[in-house]
């Protein structure tokens, strides 16, 4: 590990001009490559104390054995020069985006005599013609099957394309008119490239005047009387308007524009493109890459600009760039792609309308594609063995952790205090494993006490499995297991949202209610070799002591604390730093994302359903079924209080004891206040709706109409 102080520069000797700098190591390889407005203050920035710098920096300055700089005379050619040297010396600490797969185009070879329509992978040749990316190959072809009939340009190989000539016989293609037969001259070099360019043209989403043209001509047809001409007009303006409704209308303004959305995480990002030529979506892309420095999400669009725009040149850089995050500062982007293109592009962030609302599109499919890119990498046994012994060796365990549980706490500004607790398997997520809790031992917001709450009850249940089934029990954990009725929870035997009885955590009754109705036992019974709870030094703290007061001792407990994924230990002052790159850390950030998830779904169902509650939902034996159909029948909970037995029971489904039982209920609650309209002070009596009023918060979840501003956004 190198000191940075042995080959900073001095202060007098870095130009405060734009450049381009290299860090090399001590083999003289290029590490990273950055550029600069003022070179002096950018480097200055790296040879700073090495405690105040981001893990990620800090790594990448102790790697690097030398600097060096290049001066340019704008930041545009900085820009350029960046791009240029990244692509040649492939960095090891540079952004570097990967496609998740190879992606199809749709090529016409406009370099060859008689240009050939194809599916084409790989780097783009020069004098080719190019449309897409397509997600897959399949499309192209359907796409290219039903333009032909219009656009009868060649599709064959050039061996076919030889062997017809030789034998003056043209393919099938050739016989069924979906090919203009150039392979035995049924038509000249010059129109099979006329030909070549109208379908370049309608693929480039110019195609309006060419659907003009075509109807014209059917009119024309049909008035001289030549009919058959005029029906096969007709049938080639169908397979045309086929082929558009294949790229459904996102910009009525027929723009054209590409759309680029990030999803990122602490480790890894995905990037998706949607390209939009004529106000259609022609083609999609993403790509993925690990976060290999300290980077942010302006950063990550700018990298993104520089590899998709890097070797474009034309209209191939479209007149309109809408992205999440505009770099800092966006004048040199903006500079360098208005130069590629040859005239001026609009790169900024959509503020509303149809274009916002594609870009929310294009957002979604960046992160299902991240969350993809996950599951593919823990779904690999090797990666996850790895991963596991990783874990082992930092937490010092005995083993590999084969079952890790993982803990957190979520609430509402203290309401609705709720925990979750999930499960892995040898790397992978067990749903059917998962449980949820309430926080009943004390009201309030107080994670610490939560957390040592919920393990107390998990692990006694554990431990009053072992009991019940005669395993050894240590020593003074009997009187930890006698007030286990104290404390009760909700348990979910799938990610499904809906709570499970069966689950209660009531410390009672017979050794039936600790097992499934195959027999087997629940799944509280099986212990972890690994805790794992979403926070640091405090919360570990809380988990150990739970787990010392039930004397259990041979289950390891770590926190992963969120700010700088650090994980912590019990009695520990300083916490263990996995490198960035390991896989061990991955599955932690993974177990502790899904434990997070997981609550905080719980939480917000928790919470619609308080504000939803009404006054049937205290009725015993109601479901959710009858209760519509009661309202539905009745019109409101009003007119419902105010009705006979008799009518009561004229509802499907309502027998005479239920009708009863409704009856008694509403007359025991109270009516709610009746509506007033604060804008003219009418009391409105006839309000149908008796639930609180709601609205919602950022997420879309119900959040009272009263509640200060503040409130929302504040779950954890």
Not at 466 to 486: P, S
């Amino acid at each position: 590990m190198a000191d940075p102080s042995s080959y900073r520069p001095k202060p007098g000797q870095i130009p405060d001009s734009p450049g381009v700098y290299r860090f090399r190591d001590e083999h003289r390889r290029v590490i990273y490559v950055g550029k600069a407005k003022s070179l002096r203050q950018r480097l200055a920035n790296y040879f700073q104390d090495l405690a105040s710098l981001h893990p990620r920096t800090r790594t990448m300055v102790t790697t690097a054995a030398s600097v060096e700089w290049t001066v340019v005379s704008t930041e545009v050619e900085a820009l350029q020069l960046e791009y240029s040297w990244i692509k040649e010396y492939d960095p090891r600490f540079n952004v570097k985006y990967r496609d998740d797969k190879s992606y199809p185009y749709l090529a016409v070879t406009m370099n060859e005599e008689f240009p050939r329509v194809q599916v084409m992978r790989g780097h783009k040749k020069k004098g080719v013609r190019y449309f897409g990316p397509y997600g897959h190959a399949w499309a192209i072809r359907d796409t290219v099957d039903l333009l032909l009939r219009v656009f009868p340009v060649r599709t064959c190989s050039a061996g076919v394309f030889k062997n017809a000539t030789r034998t003056g016989r043209p393919c099938l293609l050739g016989y069924i008119g979906k090919c203009s037969a150039p392979c035995v001259g049924r038509i000249e070099p010059e129109d099979h490239r006329e030909l070549a360019e109208e379908f370049c043209d309608f693929m480039a989403g110019r195609t309006g005047t060419y659907l003009r043209r075509l109807e014209q001509r059917m009119r024309d047809a049909a008035e001289e009387m030549e009919y058959e001409r005029a029906a096969r007009l007709r049938d080639d303006i169908e397979a045309l308007k086929k082929a558009m409704e294949k790229n459904a209308v996102v910009l009525a303004d027929a723009t054209d524009a590409d759309l680029i959305a990030v999803a990122e995480d602490e480790l890894e990002a995905a990037v998706q493109i949607f390209h939009v030529r004529g106000g259609r979506v022609r083609g999609q892309r993403g790509w993925v890459t690990d976060k290999v420095e300290d980077v942010t999400t302006a950063a990550l669009v700018e990298h993104a600009l520089q590899q998709l725009y890097g070797e474009e040149t034309g209209d191939a850089v479209p007149k309109e760039v809408l992205v999440p995050a505009l770099p800092d500062p966006v004048e040199p982007v903006q500079e360098w792609l208005t130069g590629r293109r040859g005239s001026n592009v609009s790169l900024r962030i959509p503020q509303r309308g149809d274009k916002k609302a594609l870009m929310e599109t294009v957002q979604r499919n960046a992160q299902q594609a991240l969350a993809l890119h996950k599951t593919k990498r823990a779904s690999d046994l090797t990666t996850r063995s790895r991963a596991l012994e990783e874990i082992s060796d930092a937490l010092d365990l005995d083993s590999a952790p084969l079952r890790i549980e993982c803990y957190d706490i979520s609430h509402l500004q203290g309401d609705d205090v709720v925990a979750s607790m999930v499960v892995f398997e040898d790397g992978l997520q067990r749903k059917s494993e998962y449980r949820r809790f309430q926080i009943k031992g004390f009201a309030g917001q107080d994670d610490v006490r939560s957390m040592h709450e919920v393990i107390t009850r998990r692990f006694r249940r554990y431990l009053a499995e072992k009991e019940k089934t005669g395993e050894w029990v240590e020593e003074g954990t009997e009187d930890a297991l006698t007030d286990t009725a104290a404390l009760t929870d909700t348990a979910v035997l799938t990610d499904t949202g809906a709570d499970n009885d069966t689950g209660t955590d009531n410390g009672g009754g017979t050794a039936d209610g600790f097992k499934d109705d195959d027999g087997r036992p629940k799944k509280f019974a099986y212990p972890p070799q690994l805790v794992v709870v979403d926070g640091g030094q405090p919360q570990v703290a809380a988990a150990k002591r739970a787990l010392d007061e039930l004397g259990i001792d041979d289950i390891a407990v770590c926190g992963l604390a969120k700010r700088l994924e650090e994980v912590w230990l019990p009695e520990d002052d300083d916490p263990v730093v996995l490198p960035r790159s390991s896989e061990g850390l991955y599955l932690l950030q993974r177990v502790r994302d899904e434990a997070h998830r997981f609550a905080i779904t719980y939480q917000r169902t928790k919470r619609a359903k308080r504000f939803r509650s009404g006054p049937l939902d205290d009725v015993p034996g109601l479901g959710e079924t009858r209760k519509q159909a009661l309202i539905k029948h009745f019109g409101s909970v009003k007119k419902l209080r105010s009705a006979t037995i008799e009518q009561i029971q004229e509802v499907p489904g309502i027998g005479r004891k239920t009708a009863e039982t409704i009856a008694v209920a509403l007359a025991q609650a109270a009516p709610a206040a009746p509506a007033v309209n604060t804008a003219t002070g009418e009391i409105m009596d006839d309000r149908e709706d008796e639930a609180p009023e709601t609205t919602a918060d950022a997420s879309g979840e119900p959040v009272p109409a009263g509640a200060p501003d503040d409130r929302r956004g504040q779950e954890r």
